[in-house]
């Protein structure tokens, strides 16, 4: 069996040697200017004994130099997804007069707009390569965080990322992979590796409280494509937010917070619709049941706030002494605030309690009904959040000490949400 493949792969090298002549010269030539005869060294990686050059390439074929055509399925590795040399591309490159003079244009503009109509991110960078992506992307990871270390997935490829260039050692220690070429540093100090599909491995990587962000592909696709199996990038997203760690965002999120608004637009959607529906249907029935359930509703709005404030000023309580603008405005004022709609809500209670007090005139067990609804339903959240808690739901309840970025504590700047590797 062994004989019989190598006898296949031997007659499949002569075929290619016989019919990529004008590839093996150029190749050849190459050697004399360029290391191994290619511009990058992954191109020497190739199943014969020189790579294939190209002649042209147009929608999803190849065409070498020795006139050979190919369908391509790499498309540049997505470089080429909407095919390559597409003519509303070639005749906007030729109208252009200048397009390496390393200045913006219009167009830029108008990229980053039509970007964030497209897909919701408010703000981008443009980079040439992944590699420059990624880099970028650690950087602002670890300047939000202030935390050191990555975490990757083992056997996993982003470009030439130092902190990629890694796998993991027969004794389970992060080592430098094979091959790589020179590496900065002991990749330890910089990455921590988990396997792919093992949501047990991501949290004991994310347990040590020092990753700024998880870089990953949706598939892993260095050693083949390897599909993630059912609930794994569940199980990450929410290991990153136990941790305090920026995740690969995807999918319908209740607290997905809108790019222009800053408000969770999902849930400010579907809590409109429920109120728009509430109001049509109860209304025509009975308007004072309708003006005794916003009367419960200011109630909860005064606890939730007055919950919120004190919150704020726990939260940022290290910052609090470092300005006097802090102290007033991350400190007093949302501890002000929160007292006084403390004692509205308590006071609240007291005087609507009386079922003459209320529009309806109603009572349950002797209390007006819109202290009954309010408070009733403070307290079913309570409960709910506790059996939530109690089940497998703890993507809130198992978060880690984090670091707070003063900038964003301080109002400098907006807290910069996670970037999927596809869009960085």
């Avoid at 006071?347 to 202290?371: L, N, Q, T």
Wanted: include cysteine; charged fraction near 20%; hydrophobic fraction near 45%.
């Amino acid at each position: 069996m062994i004989s019989a493949v190598g006898t296949l792969l031997d007659r499949e090298r002569e075929r290619f040697a016989d019919t990529h002549p004008a590839s093996r010269e150029l190749h050849e030539r190459a050697r004399d200017s360029l290391i191994a005869g290619v511009p990058m060294s992954w191109m020497t990686m190739w199943a014969g004994a020189h790579p294939v050059y190209l002649a042209q390439a147009r929608g999803a074929s190849v065409v070498d130099v020795d006139g050979n055509e190919y369908a391509d399925f790499c498309l540049g590795d997505t470089g080429a997804m909407a095919a390559h040399s597409p003519e509303p591309t070639m005749a906007a490159l030729r109208a252009r007069a200048g397009i390496t003079t390393m200045l913006p244009t219009e167009d830029a503009a108008w990229v980053g707009e039509e970007l964030g109509r497209r897909f919701g991110v408010p703000l981008w960078q443009f980079s040439l390569t992944a590699t420059d992506a990624n880099r970028w992307l650690l950087r602002v990871c670890r300047q939000v965080t202030g935390r050191p270390k990555v975490l990757l997935f083992n056997w996993c490829y982003h470009g030439t990322v130092d902190e990629a260039f890694v796998t993991l050692g027969d004794d389970g220690v992060v080592r430098s992979r094979a091959g790589n070429v020179g590496p900065a540093g002991d990749p330890a100090q910089t990455t921590r590796l988990a396997e792919f599909n093992d949501a047990g491995s991501v949290d004991a990587a994310l347990s040590h409280g020092d990753v700024a962000c998880v870089l990953m592909e949706p598939a892993l696709t260095n050693i083949g494509i390897v599909l993630p199996e059912p609930g794994f990038l569940d199980a990450v997203r929410a290991a990153c937010t136990r941790a305090g760690a920026l995740r690969l965002p995807g999918g319908l999120r209740l607290g997905r917070v809108h790019p222009r608004f800053l408000t969770p637009h999902v849930s400010t959607i579907a809590i409109g619709g429920i109120a728009a529906i509430w109001f049509a249907v109860l209304f025509p029935l009975s308007e004072n049941f309708v003006y005794d359930s916003l009367t419960s509703l200011s109630l909860m709005i005064a606890f939730y706030y007055a919950l919120t404030g004190f919150a704020c000023a726990i939260f940022y309580r290290h910052e609090l002494t470092k300005s006097v603008k802090n102290f007033l405005f991350i400190g007093v004022g949302p501890v002000v605030g929160g007292t006084i709609l403390g004692y509205l809500f308590f006071k609240a209670i007291d005087e609507y309690r009386d079922p003459g007090a209320s529009y309806s005139g109603s009572e349950i067990f002797g209390v007006a009904v819109p202290v009954v609804l309010g408070v009733g339903l403070l307290i079913l959240g309570g409960v709910l959040s506790v059996l939530w808690r109690l089940g497998k739901h703890d993507q809130f309840f198992g978060r880690r000490r984090e670091t707070v970025d003063p900038e964003v504590a301080t109002g400098a700047k907006l807290a910069v949400a996670a970037v999927p590797e596809e869009v960085a």
